[in-house]
């Protein structure tokens, strides 16, 4: 396979500065097909080029790397149901009008809760957060929509962490050892990781440029680890993933039962206007996997510039990284890129 379009189309985007740097990777079940770094970390003269392993914060994949996959196994250890409501689980979630939400609403979006508030600027720690969260008035009524929800994933960390005796970044190691994954990936990255990792944006709240440091306000305000937000890594991390989720599909043993995948990746059809499945997003012809993927395509986003999409059909799957909020988030150049770079990549596929 030849990827010469979908080379372009990301060149072009680093010369028209959509994003200073960029990492593409595209796979099947068992192999990489085509890998490739663009730009540079920044947009300083001497900023070191992107290379393959360059560390770029993941944003919101780590609703689906991290967050819903442990949930997964929550939910076929029997310590977690998917139709367990919140109210049983959080203390504070209480009222008539939320009664009924459960961890499965959580999970797509359609709670009732707003998608974001900037917490971060009066609430530090769990404590603070949770009860925040759980008593703040809802958006709207419960499965009548979807809200695509940071909120809402913050509290189903908390769940999730009060499900066993570890936090979230130590479960999620786990995981990623279940997974085989040997390539950099993980909540607060060390030091040694900062030359290698690409800045997001130049923060006004913090008064710094942010390089390792997660650029979401209300994750750094959970010292760095939350189920909305934290992971940094490589394209090559983000890839063995998608493989380790597409060999689950094709009936492999993995760190999750085939089912229960399919039950998060299946869209929810009781909501009305959604796409979201459980944590997932799923293909739409105005999604940002463009329009040549299957309908039973799956994918996810995130605010920095990434995106991971996996299409089970065709067994393929597109990682995407970029540091598109480098200097600052106001550049959405992105929102015209991804599509277009995953429908020369799916139309390389296809020939």
């Known amino acids: 396979m030849t990827f010469d379009a979908a080379r372009d189309i990301v060149a072009a985007a680093v010369h028209d500065r959509a994003f200073p740097a960029a990492v593409v990777e595209v796979g099947t079940r068992t192999d990489v097909v085509w890998t490739e770094a663009f730009g540079k970390l920044s947009y300083d003269l001497d900023a070191s080029p992107a290379r393959e392993d360059t560390v770029f914060d993941l944003a919101s994949l780590t609703k689906v790397i991290a967050t819903a996959p442990l949930a997964m196994q929550q939910v076929e250890r029997g310590t977690l149901g998917l139709d367990d409501p919140v109210a049983r689980l959080v203390t504070a979630w209480r009222g008539s009008d939320r009664e009924d939400v459960t961890v499965r609403d959580l999970l797509a979006h359609c709670s009732g809760l707003t998608a974001h508030l900037p917490l971060y600027r009066d609430h530090t720690g769990r404590a603070e957060f949770e009860h925040s969260i759980a008593t ?38 786990t995981l990623v050892g279940q997974m085989g994954i040997v390539d950099r990936l993980q909540f607060n990255p060390p030091p040694q990781w900062r030359r290698e990792t690409a800045p997001t944006e130049q923060d006004s709240w913090r008064g710094r440029l942010l390089t390792g440091e997660v650029h979401d306000g209300n994750a750094w305000a959970l010292a760095g680890v939350a189920g909305h937000a934290g992971l940094f890594g490589t394209a090559a991390a983000v890839g063995a993933y998608a493989r380790h989720l597409l060999q689950v599909l094709s009936g492999r043993t993995g760190a999750v039962a085939r089912d229960t995948l399919l039950t998060f990746i299946t869209r929810r059809h ?82």
């Open 136 to 173: 703040l008035p809802l958006e709207y009524a419960p499965r009548t929509r979807s809200i695509y929800s940071d909120l809402g994933f913050i509290l189903l960390a908390f769940i999730i962490e009060d499900t066993g005796a570890a936090g979230l970044s130590a479960r999620f190691q």
């Open 270 to 351: 009781d909501v009305p206007e959604s796409s979201r499945a459980l944590g997932w997003d799923t293909m739409l012809p105005t999604s940002s996997c463009g329009t040549r993927m299957s309908p039973h395509a799956f994918g996810h986003t995130g605010f920095t510039g990434t995106s991971l999409w996996i299409d089970p059909e065709r067994g393929v799957y597109v990682v995407f990284l970029t540091n598109r909020v480098h200097p600052t988030r106001d550049n959405d150049r992105i929102k015209q890129v991804r599509p277009a770079l995953h429908d020369a990549v799916m139309e390389a596929v296809d020939r």
